[in-house]
């Protein structure tokens, strides 16, 4: 039924949802687990002499907002890509119920991805160095 750019379709569909949406989202919540860590010096390094007025500089309450506003922005986005990502391969599988050539090539697909995860050519997250 067809030339088969249907199930081809849905195997971009199913890598992206499987492969890279969570890859891009993992990133996101690396970059929020590092922004953690700013904790540990930004209160050493806004710390101020008593005799200059006190604990902290007034800078160091907006870093620290600053800082929480894109840690939630980023874990928020995080998790909404993993939602779609998920959202994406249930519709692909979906999909592929309904249309017998476009499911084999789907599941001839993931195979093919499994064998190339299990053989070590393949990453479960995408690494982006900006």
């Not at 949802?17 to 919540?29: E, F």
């Not at 590092?34 to 050493?44: F, G």
Request: glycine fraction near 8%; include cysteine.
């Amino acid at each position: 039924m067809g030339d088969g750019s249907f199930g081809t379709d849905l195997s971009r569909l199913w890598d992206v949802g499987k492969k890279t949406m969570p890859g891009i989202a993992s990133q996101l919540d690396y970059a929020r687990q590092d922004l953690a860590y700013t904790v540990q010096w930004a209160e050493p390094a806004f710390k101020r002499h008593p005799k200059f007025g006190g604990d902290h500089g007034p800078a160091y309450a907006g870093w620290c907002e600053l800082r929480d506003d894109i840690a939630k922005m980023l874990g928020d986005t995080a998790r909404n890509l993993y939602l779609t990502a998920e959202a994406l391969v249930t519709a692909a599988d979906s999909y592929a119920e309904s249309d017998e050539n476009a499911k084999a090539l789907l599941q001839r697909h993931e195979a093919d991805i499994r064998d190339q995860e299990r053989a070590g050519h393949t990453r479960n997250h995408i690494r982006l160095d900006l």
